[in-house]
Nanobody, 115 residues
């Protein structure tokens, strides 16, 4: 089972930027799909963005044009560049890896956007 560790969260003002990183304990080159999810207080966890091994991406409508997901297989790391942040982006952000029979999750990193 691959272990995922997120970093890069924090407190930022509206309009600011953050870059989240997700470091995997094993090679991600054979993991077809990896993604970022978020969960705000009192809400269900939702997909933010995901990326396949060939670089195909898709995004939640709420973040299109503001967030960019990327992966560096040589570093076993997935990134989420978040620009033009809004207060409604405040949530715990989780990295996920879709494995053969299960999905691995990281422990999450808090992102707080102040107005």
């Amino acid at each position: 089972q691959v272990r995922l560790v997120e970093s890069g969260g924090g407190l930022v003002q509206a309009g600011g930027s953050l870059r989240l990183s997700c470091a995997a304990s094993a090679s991600i080159s054979r993991i077809n799909r990896m993604g970022w999810y978020r969960q705000a207080p009192g809400k269900q966890r939702e997909l933010v963005a995901r990326i396949t091994s060939d670089g195909s991406t898709d995004y939640a409508d709420s973040v299109k044009g503001r967030f960019t997901i990327s992966r560096d297989n040589a570093k076993n790391t997935v990134y989420l560049q978040m620009n033009s942040l809004k207060p409604e982006d405040t949530a715990v952000y989780y990295c996920a890896a879709d494995l053969t029979y299960t999905r691995a999750w990281g422990q999450g990193t808090q992102v707080t956007v102040s107005s």
